[in-house]
């Protein structure tokens, strides 16, 4: 399932005329890192966070960048939505349907 999500992801950055790569860091990988012009940003997908490891290693990738480009952490949940860190956190359809990226 957390295949097909990212790549429903994938495609729509795709569509909406990013060029898209995997991120790496010192700890493992970011799921996309989505250039477009001078716009930059970073997407982590997931379909739950249902503990506090999955929450760490999903966030502490995207804490690890110290730019100020937009970052996504993206999630089926029933509950996403906030702010973390200034960690955007979304579900995944809202981040799909959003004109803000």
Same mark, same amino acid.
């Given at each position: 399932?957390? $295949? ?10 795709? #569509? #909406? ?9 010192? +700890? ?28 760490? #290693?999903?966030? +502490? ?15 089926? +949940? ?15 359809? +809202?981040?799909?349907?959003? $004109?803000?990226?």
């Amino acid at each position: 399932m957390a $295949s097909s999500l990212e790549n429903i992801v994938y495609l729509e950055l795709c #569509r #909406r005329g990013y060029t898209v790569n995997v991120g790496k860091t010192s +700890d493992g990988e970011i799921d996309f890192v989505a250039v477009r012009q001078n716009e930059k940003i970073y997407v982590q997908v997931t379909q739950e966070i249902s503990s506090e490891k999955t929450e760490k #290693r999903e966030y +502490d990738r995207l804490l690890e960048i110290h730019d100020n480009y937009p970052k996504y952490v993206l999630k089926t +949940d029933e509950f996403a939505g906030g702010n973390y860190e200034g960690i955007k956190t979304m579900h995944i359809a +809202d981040f799909l349907l959003s $004109s803000e990226y």
